[in-house]
Antibody, heavy 118, light 106 residues
Framework: QVHLVQSGAEVREPGASVRISCKAS????????IHWVRQAPGQGLEWMGV????????IYAQKFQDRVTMARETSTSTVYIEMGSLRSEDTAVYYC???????????WGQGTLVTVSS | DIQMTQSPSSLSASVGDRVTITCRAS??????LVWFQQKPGEAPKSLIY???TLQSGVPSKFSGSGSGTDFTLTISGLQPEDFASYYC?????????FGGGTKVEI
């Protein structure tokens, strides 16, 4: 069964960084597209970037290009997103989502709440 | 960036109703569109991809249509579990973008 399990909630001060993990099971995650999407409280969904299968290649939304890194660790079937220079507007639930093909978002993690507050 | 405009932003409906949500792209996206359903406190769920292809396991009361810039999601025979927020999403070109969402309420 395809499953994504994310790390737990985080609280950070403005200017700090945070790393969230997303552990895959039940599928060969190196062959899947893995996206990160966030949702601020009471707001809509925002696409952050995608880790493409294979090599892999990473494509970021330009808005996040300078302070976000996405990577994967094949030995543990885990994908990570790290965001730096956090600000209050980054307070959100962050989701990883995986799919076998372009446009497939069939599997989601449970979400990780990141709170940025002094 | 491609802007995705959903309408309405919210709607009131009754059990058994047929509802239609529209999504307009600021430029052509062929059929590279996904519809998601999201309930409070839950992750989004993919309903339809490629504008009109039902995701595995999704009931046929959900249907999607459109191509280019104009798309619709139709829910037939609304049930209590369908009251949720719905989002369109284009994956035609980077950055991928979402519509603002439509909240379907009783």
């Amino acid at each position: 069964q395809v499953h994504l399990v994310q790390s737990g909630a985080e609280v950070r001060e403005p200017g700090a960084s945070v790393r969230i993990s997303c552990k895959a099971s039940g599928f060969t995650f190196t062959t899947y597209y893995i996206h990160w999407v966030r949702q601020a409280p009471g707001q809509g969904l925002e696409w952050m970037g995608v880790l493409n299968p294979g090599a892999p290649t990473v494509i970021y939304a330009q808005k996040f290009q300078d302070r976000v890194t996405m990577a994967r660790e094949t030995s543990t079937s885990t994908v990570y997103i790290e965001m730096g220079s956090l600000r209050s507007e980054d307070t959100a639930v962050y989701y990883c989502t995986a799919g076998e093909f372009h446009g497939d978002y069939s599997t989601w993690g449970q979400g990780t709440l990141v709170t940025v507050s002094s | 960036d491609i802007q995705m405009t959903q309408s309405p932003s919210s709607l009131s409906a009754s059990v058994g109703d047929r509802v239609t949500i529209t999504c307009r792209a600021s430029q052509g996206i062929r059929n590279y569109l996904v519809w998601f359903q999201q309930k409070p406190g839950e992750a989004p769920k993919s309903l339809i991809y490629a504008a009109s292809t039902l995701q595995s396991g999704v009931p046929s009361k959900f249907s999607g249509s459109g191509s280019g810039t104009d798309f619709t999601l139709t829910i037939s025979g609304l049930q209590p579990e369908d009251f949720a927020s719905y989002y369109c999403h284009q994956y035609s070109s980077h950055p991928f973008t979402f519509g603002g969402g439509t909240k379907v309420e009783i």
